[in-house]
């Protein structure tokens, strides 16, 4: 009987480590499933994570990019309102020059014009050009000799032949 007794307690502790054997396998099975669906959901994670990297990526690209055609454009609207400015003070100049030649127009218009002469002919005296001989070549310190046909003061007759 003890052997019997003996028989079924290592039945019974047989039975119990067999149950909690199975237990365990379950709970270990339970366990790698779970352990399997957030390798899963770690990986899809991961896969949004790469995605929405990516989306700010080009959305910041977007941005500097947008950031650079709105200075561009600044830039553009600045030089813009200085040719305007510019064009304003041209125009305001040309206005104050056509102000002013229209005044000095109607100053000249509201003057008297100056009574001239009638033209006339002119009778004019043909001049009478008569060759006068050479002069001589003399030598340096010789005196001076009086050309034929000349005055000897030589004051006032300036070449010209005495009448």
Avoid: C, H
Avoid at 32 to 45: D, N, P
Avoid at 142 to 149: D, R
Wanted: positive net charge; proline residues 6%.
């Amino acid at each position: 009987m003890k052997t019997l007794i003996v028989a079924l307690i290592a039945f019974s502790a047989a039975g119990a480590a067999g149950f909690y054997g199975w237990q365990q396998k379950s709970e270990l099975d339970r366990t790698v499933a779970e352990l399997a669906s957030t390798r899963a959901a770690l990986a899809r994670a991961a896969d949004e994570l790469r995605a929405a990297r990516q989306t700010l990526a080009d959305a910041a690209k977007e941005v500097a990019e947008q950031q650079a055609d709105a200075q561009q454009m600044r830039t553009e609207r600045d030089a813009a309102v200085g040719f305007l400015q510019q064009e304003k003070a041209y125009g305001e100049r040309l206005r104050a020059e056509l102000a002013l030649a229209q005044q000095q127009l109607a100053f000249v218009r509201g003057r008297q014009q100056p009574q001239f002469a009638p033209p006339s002919a002119v009778q004019t005296q043909p001049m009478i050009i008569r060759a006068v001989p050479a002069p001589r070549p003399q030598a340096a310190g010789a005196p001076a000799a009086a050309v034929q046909g000349q005055n000897p003061q030589g004051a006032g007759s300036a070449g010209r032949p005495s009448q």
